[in-house]
C-alpha cells in the first residue's frame, strides 16, 4: 500500500501539467477584483462630478438671476437638469440652504442630511432664500446604489441598511443685488 502510494506521490511530483491553470486560479481573484473595483471608482466619480457640476450651474443661475428668491424646487430641478446622468435625481437629492454671518461664521452641521429611501419623507433640514448681498450655503446630498454593492468599494460606501451610499457636495455664493 505505501509503494502504491508512494508512485503515486512521485509521479503527481513530476507531473506539470494544470500549472498554469494553478497560477490562473491564484491571481484570477485580485485582478477582477481590482477590474471591478476601477468600474465602481470611476461611476462614483462620474456622479460627483455630474453633481458638482450641477450645483456650480444652479448656483451660477441663482447669483446672477432677476432678483427673485429661489425656490428649493426651481433650485433642485436646474442641478437635475444640469446633473445629466443622475438617475431618479429629483427622488434621490436633498437640498440644505441657508445664510451664514461673515463676521461670525458657522458652517453647516458635519453630518450632511440625506433621503433615505426606508423612512418616510421629511421636510428639508433648513432651506432659507437668501437676501442681497447675503453669504449662503448650499448643500446638496445624492443618493445612489452602486454597482456592485459587494465589491470592494461598494460594501465600503454603503453605511445604512437601505445598500445606498451617498455623495455631498457643498458650495457658498452671494446673492448679486438687483
Known sequence: MTRVFKNFLRRFRQDDTGTAS?????????????????????????????????????????????????????????????????????????????????????GLDAEADCTDQAEPAKPVREFVPGQQNALMLLRACLKFRPLFPAGMLGSRLVPDGDSQASLVATTAFVQEPI
Do not use: W, Y
Open 22 to 106: 494553478l497560477e490562473f486560479v491564484l491571481v484570477a481573484p485580485f485582478f477582477i477584483g481590482i477590474m471591478i473595483f476601477s468600474i465602481e471608482m470611476g461611476f462614483v466619480t462620474m456622479r460627483a462630478t455630474l453633481l458638482e457640476r450641477g450645483l456650480d450651474m444652479a448656483v451660477r443661475e441663482v447669483r446672477l438671476g432677476t432678483g427673485t428668491a429661489p425656490q428649493h424646487d426651481d433650485i433642485k430641478q436646474i442641478i437635475c437638469t444640469n446633473a445629466i446622468m443622475i438617475n431618479d435625481c429629483e427622488n434621490n437629492l436633498r437640498l440644505e440652504m441657508r445664510p451664514a454671518d461673515i463676521r461670525n461664521f458657522n
